[in-house]
């Protein structure tokens, strides 16, 4: 419970101190990274995050791309790139989530609107022409495995319009409790997640890849990464978000 407590406070006091910054007249943008990277810094370890980390992740702008598991996923590669993140639009109604999500400029997509996807795909162009980094899991929802869903295409269009190189990033966790799937919902799940001694597991930078084919590409690498932690039993298709 106590860590339920961390998480709310550091984040309520995070957020009213973006608004102050901007009140004194600092941009958005660079306020809502000051409490990204504050935040950052030490609420991960509180809430027992302990991941492994093996790669190097990539220094320039990039898209990032990663096997999603859970909403701790952007958690744990945020903790070692500097990105901004594209989320589904529901998580927009998530106590404090959805807010602290807002203010360090996540790009949030409808995924069963056509016209928010593309307006999504936009804005990741667009973010990655002006330098910055983009965070996306493009299997569209949650799975627990083994192995990826299928990945959609249109951010990786984006990274070779743009003219960026793909980086894929392994995500496993040592827990089959974390992961967020089925009927699940946040509070009942974020309670038993946090409830946990410790939350372990390794994120695995890939190398940074180019062309236009990059879409299958970073797919059958994370794949073959979480293949070698045995977490992808060839006879069986991932279980997912319902």
């Not at 600092?26 to 991960?44: I, N």
Request: charged share 20%; hydrophobic share 40%.
């Amino acid at each position: 419970m106590w860590r339920f407590f961390y998480f709310a406070f550091s984040t309520t006091f995070g957020i009213a101190g973006f608004f102050w910054a901007v009140l004194r007249g600092d941009q958005r943008e660079a306020a809502g990274k000051r409490f990204r990277t504050k935040w950052l810094s030490h609420v991960p370890y509180r809430l027992g995050l302990r991941m492994e980390m093996e790669g190097i992740p990539h220094p320039g702008p990039c898209l990032y791309v990663g096997n999603h598991i859970t909403y701790i996923d952007p958690i744990v590669v945020l903790m070692h790139v500097d990105a901004k993140v594209v989320a589904k639009a529901e998580i927009t109604s998530w106590p404090l989530v959805g807010f602290g999500a807002s203010m360090v400029g996540t790009i949030f997509v409808k995924r069963e609107q056509k016209s928010s996807r593309e307006e999504a795909a936009r804005s990741i162009r667009e973010a990655l022409e002006s330098q910055d980094s983009i965070l996306v899991f493009p299997e569209g929802t949650t799975s627990a495995g083994p192995g990826t869903l299928p990945f959609r295409p249109r951010s990786f269009d984006a990274a070779f319009l743009a003219g960026v190189p793909v980086q894929p990033i392994a995500i496993s966790y040592d827990s089959p409790v974390v992961a967020y799937i089925g009927d699940d919902t946040f509070i009942p799940h974020f309670f038993r997640l946090f409830r946990m001694k410790l939350i372990a597991g390794k994120v695995v930078f890939g190398p940074p890849m180019y062309g236009e084919d990059t879409c299958e590409q970073a797919r059958n690498w994370i794949e073959d990464e979480l293949m070698k932690n045995e977490l992808k039993p060839e006879l069986h298709e991932p279980t997912q978000k319902a």
